[in-house]
């Protein structure tokens, strides 16, 4: 099954434009993570947000928790043809560790 | 430091059969997760091993197994392949058991015919 539910489920923007993509789950987390997969393979890691935190900053991404509402957004900003991808949130539950992931948007960068 | 490894990285299997699939953690990494992609599904949580001892099981049925070496090498096993277990498996280490962030690797395609 599947905690997360993402929208939208596929975004198409031109390169330079921001990105943002959300994420919806249902229990209470201990930690929320967003990772990328390029077609067909592994997923990278991009940011972990604690259940403590509210926003958090790597580079060019930026995300969000509003754990009342039970909901993250990913913010992509400056897109480049290099993003194009998919991304996934990633819920891990307080006293159950294992990550449940989302449903994915699929980013495409218009060059 | 080597990233996540999987072997092999392609396997073409026919039903009934049964097949074994092999990650190598990030050097120091004692929690490996296994996950199976399918269009259809998603990501879908199979296990996970942390010092050898199984912590998690996700919703499959028994014929997928695992297990966890004291070097924290891990394998899986399909067993008596269905058409439904064609998917990418990946694989994921991390330094804890939770509370940080997952590595991991390119992934096994494996087609069942």
């Known amino acids: 099954s599947q905690q997360g539910e993402e929208d939208p489920q596929a975004l198409s923007i031109q390169e330079g434009e921001n990105a943002t993509m959300n994420c919806s789950y249902k229990t209470s987390i201990n930690n929320l993570q967003w990772y990328r997969q390029n077609s067909g393979r592994g997923l990278v890691h991009l940011i972990l947000i604690r259940s403590n935190e509210r926003e958090k900053h790597s580079g060019r991404l930026r995300v969000t928790l509003d754990t009342s509402k039970k909901s993250s957004s990913l913010l992509i900003t400056a897109s480049r043809a290099a993003d194009t991808a998919s991304y996934f949130c990633a819920t891990e539950d307080f006293g159950n560790e294992k990550l449940t992931f989302g449903t994915g948007t699929r980013l495409t960068i218009i060059p | 430091k080597a990233g996540v490894t999987q072997t092999p990285r392609y396997l073409i299997k026919t039903r009934g059969q049964q097949v074994t699939l092999s990650c190598s953690p990030i050097s120091g990494h004692r929690s490996v997760s296994w996950y199976q992609q399918t269009p259809g599904q998603g990501l879908q949580f199979l296990f996970e091993y942390f010092s050898e001892t199984q912590r998690n099981k996700g919703n499959f049925p028994g014929r997928f197994s695992g297990r966890q070496f004291s070097n924290s090498r891990s394998e899986m096993n399909v067993s008596t392949l269905e058409l439904g277990d064609s998917a990418l498996y990946l694989c994921?280490?991390?330094?804890?058991?939770?509370?940080?962030?997952?590595?991991f690797g390119p992934g096994t395609r494996l087609t069942v015919l």
């Open positions: 994921a280490s991390r330094l804890l058991a939770g509370g940080n962030e997952q590595f």
